[in-house]
């Protein structure tokens, strides 16, 4: 079954682009471009898409989002950005998408939604569970970090690290470094940890 995605971005040749590009993979179909808040609002009642991928320009800019967008359950908002947005606004977007991405990128973030999407409802429960390592790794895995580089910052050793990163993929159930990454998003895990934290 296709992911529905909604595009709300204000320029047609951007629109067309990314329509083109996620048309291409048989797991995504472009159901409705839009180039308002109005007419996104409208057309995400009668479409119900799974992801609405939205231009933050088209949104108050003081918006908080997704939560005062009328989203259907289970809906996700990604960003498209390609001009500068404070970090605390983009951190309400669900995932968010460069204008520089590759395709494989784009389609990469998109379809990696829906292999979290069970840990949205109630994401706050779900984060719970790990421990405080392991949130701090995850938070680091999320970054980009290698097991031996996170070995390095938090002073501990690669195979505690490794054993870690093993019962972060069994609480969660995510496999793939971008997967982890949105779930650490989603459950407000991306502050900077404190350097006397990482000490501990």
């Known amino acids: 079954m296709k992911l529905k995605v909604l595009i709300a971005e204000p320029s047609q040749v951007v629109t067309e682009g990314l329509q083109s590009m996620l048309n291409d993979c048989a797991k995504l179909e472009v159901v409705c471009t839009v180039d308002d808040i109005g007419m996104m609002e409208e057309r995400i ?89 392991e949130r701090d790794i995850l938070v680091l895995v999320a970054k980009g970090l290698m097991s031996k580089e996170i070995a390095e910052q938090l002073n501990i050793s690669i195979h505690t690290v490794i054993s870690h990163r093993k019962n972060i993929t069994k609480k969660t159930g995510i496999k793939s470094v971008a997967g982890l990454a949105v779930y650490a998003m989603l459950n407000n895990l991306m502050s900077e940890p404190k350097s006397d934290e990482l000490q501990e």
Do not use: W
């Open 45 to 133: 009642m009668v479409k119900h898409p799974d992801i609405v991928v939205i231009n933050p320009c088209i949104l108050p800019y003081t918006r908080q989002i997704p939560a005062n967008l009328d989203l259907p359950e289970g809906c996700f908002a990604v960003g498209l950005v390609y001009q500068y947005f404070e970090p605390s606004f983009l951190r309400n977007f669900d995932a968010i998408i460069d204008i520089r991405d590759s395709k494989p990128d784009i389609i990469s973030t998109l379809l990696n939604l829906e292999q979290i999407g069970e840990h949205k409802k109630g994401a706050s429960d779900g984060a719970s569970e790990l421990t405080k390592r």
